[in-house]
């Protein structure tokens, strides 16, 4: 098949932030292979040579690729663990590739799937192509220019650059003819999908083939010789695998796969009540971000620290041998596991301001409100508008009734006298308290609180 120069887009922010680099004895390479099976990030490997391979330092770095498709405009949890495995490859020396799907998400990954993927319209893909670089950018930056690099160890690449160019006819005569029917069946994702209601589209029967070919490609004309994934994507790699060995006739090409991120019992983690855990501040704030992995179980979260974060193995096994001893404060393992992966996702920046929204929800805290704070929860909890007139001189008995805070004035004044009613944080002792101008935040805003859980935010027009 005819070779094709593609554009790919080099990427790196302005000051990466500060990395640990793995431990390792002078002079010597650390094993990324040995590092993710201790941490629990190791599925299977196409290859035990791989093992060896990923520190010998006389064959020079590996290049690596995971592949992420634009179904969303934002990546996910789900795809976060591909980015973390790419990033200790990065910090153990060697380069990341991030394919972007822009072809292969016209069709969709069956994978895991129990039905087809609705197609996209071409703007939709666009925009979720953008979306996608950015946070994949903002992340593997974090890791660009480890020990001695003078040049940024990850590249962003888009498929759909070389896809662009190939015909049916060629591909069919080049690559088809290599695809066995039989091993194409027998791989899960598609057994799974022969058995069910929907069966499978012809289309999405040849996804392996597409992201084969990917692999083959980027083996050929990048020097990638190592594909990573989840365990669903095994048939995937194993698909690119075989079509270097056929058609190159080379060794050299290895896969790798992590487990799907699940909970001690057994379900998928990252989803919330409201829907998918996102890695775009946009479609979920760095707050509530920050919250979920806060919340997560103590059968959980030790697992959760080897896997989603870069924390020390002793540090970790010092956090897991701390909750069985007397004295130890509820939650302290979880608040380490949150400001680790919102750091890690968001940045400082957005951890500080996950913290600072946490500290702003805690009725009692001592902490300046601002309206940029309250704003920054206001998707996080009940919201309301009212004229700035209506507000002035309102008795909070009847702004607490009137925001949806309660039902009843009677019920208001009931946990008013309990202490339980709090303004802006402050808890309120009179009943007959008016809204003053200086109590509204800026001249905008207003956050009401009814205990600990109960809140809302008050815009003022």
């Known amino acids: 098949m005819k070779s094709f120069n593609f554009s790919s887009v080099s990427c790196s922010l302005n000051t990466p932030q500060p990395t640990v680099e793995p431990k390792s004895q002078a002079g010597s390479t650390p ?12 599925e ?10 990923c520190s010998d330092q006389t064959a020079g770095p590996l290049k690596v690729y995971c592949g992420f498709d634009p179904t969303a405009e934002s990546l996910h949890l789900g795809n976060l663990l591909g980015l973390i ?18 072809a292969t998400g016209r069709i969709g990954d069956p994978s895991g799937k129990s039905q087809e993927r609705p197609e996209l319209d071409l703007n939709t893909l666009e925009k979720n192509i953008v979306g996608i670089m950015e946070i994949i950018n903002k992340i593997l930056s974090k890791n660009a220019y480890l020990g001695s690099e003078k040049h940024s160890n990850f590249v962003i690449l888009n498929n759909y650059d070389w896809w662009k160019e190939v015909r049916l006819l060629d591909f069919l005569k080049q690559v088809g003819r290599y695809a066995r029917v039989g091993s194409m ?47 669903d994507q095994w048939g995937n790699i194993t698909a690119g695998t075989e079509l270097i060995r056929k058609i190159l006739q080379v060794e050299g090409a290895y896969g790798l796969t992590f487990p799907l991120l699940l909970k001690s019992d057994g379900t998928k983690f990252g989803k919330s009540e409201d829907g998918a855990i996102w890695l775009s501040p946009s479609m979920l704030s760095p707050y509530k971000f920050y919250q979920y992995f806060f919340s997560v179980p103590d059968a959980d979260v030790v697992r959760f620290l080897r896997i989603l974060t870069f924390l020390d193995m002793e540090e970790i096994n010092e956090l897991e041998s701390a909750m069985t001893k007397p004295g130890y404060v509820p939650n302290t393992a979880q608040r380490r596991l949150a400001e680790e992966i919102t750091r890690f996702v968001h940045g400082e920046d957005g951890l500080s301001e996950a913290l600072k929204a946490t500290e702003a929800l805690r009725p009692g805290s001592e902490t300046k409100l601002d309206w940029k704070t309250i704003e920054g929860i206001a998707e996080d909890v009940p919201s309301c508008s009212l004229p700035y007139s209506k507000v002035l001189n309102l008795l909070i008995v009847d702004l607490s009734v009137s925001s949806g805070l309660f039902e009843s004035k009677s019920a208001a004044r009931r946990l008013l006298k309990q202490g339980g009613v709090y303004l802006n944080n402050k808890r309120v002792d009179n009943e007959s308290k008016r809204i ?5 935040v800026d001249g905008k805003v207003l956050l009401l609180s009814a205990g600990k859980k109960n809140k809302v935010v008050v815009r003022i027009r």
Do not use: P
């Open 44 to 53: 299977s490997i196409t290859n035990e040579n791989l093992r060896l391979v």
């Open 436 to 440: 003053e101008a200086e109590d509204i």
């Open 31 to 42: 094993n990324v292979v040995k590092i993710l099976k201790e941490r629990g990030l190791l």
């Open 185 to 231: 069946m027998s791989k899960e994702s598609v057994k799974k999908r022969l058995e069910s209601e929907q069966g499978m589209s012809y289309t999405e029967f040849t996804y392996q083939l597409l992201q084969g070919y990917d692999f083959l490609y980027l083996f050929k004309n990048e020097g990638v010789n190592v594909q990573i994934g989840g365990s």
């Open 85 to 102: 495995v790419l990033s200790w490859f990065q910090r153990c020396g060697h380069k990341a590739v991030a394919l972007i799907g822009g």
